[in-house]
């Protein structure tokens, strides 16, 4: 019996939806492939956030979080806790090395 519902096409669905969103996609596609050849076009705009603060929200998040489970003595979510913000910190950081290289095209 095959699956009814298709993760690819859900997924694909989705994309379409965040890119296009009743827009020509045509427009869209020139767009996307035109993308960063011409820093000085119009519609050319830095990202917005800096480095700095997107990892002082990660961190004040995770700290909130780690002095809640601190006061009520819970060891393992402190351990988690800790993992989980090293591990995050990680993937920002990678994602804002990939974003500073787009700006940089």
Same mark, same amino acid.
């Given at each position: ?42 519609? !050319? =705009? ?8 997107? %990892?002082?929200?990660? *961190?004040? /998040?995770? $700290? ?20 989980? !913000? =090293? ?8 994602? %804002?090395?990939?974003? *500073?290289? /787009?700006? $940089?095209?």
């Amino acid at each position: 019996m095959t699956n009814p519902i298709d993760p690819r096409r859900l997924a694909l669905g989705a994309a379409q939806k965040i890119l296009f969103d009743g827009r020509d996609p045509e427009t869209i596609l020139d767009r996307i492939a035109n993308m960063g050849n011409e820093p000085s076009q119009p519609s !050319y =705009r830095p990202m917005s956030r800096p480095r700095d603060r997107i %990892l002082a929200n990660l *961190d004040e /998040m995770y $700290r909130e979080a780690f002095e809640r489970a601190k006061a009520t003595g819970d060891q393992s979510q402190m351990a988690t806790l800790d993992f989980a !913000y =090293r591990r995050e910190q990680l993937y920002f950081e990678i994602l %804002l090395d990939v974003r *500073d290289a /787009m700006e $940089r095209r």
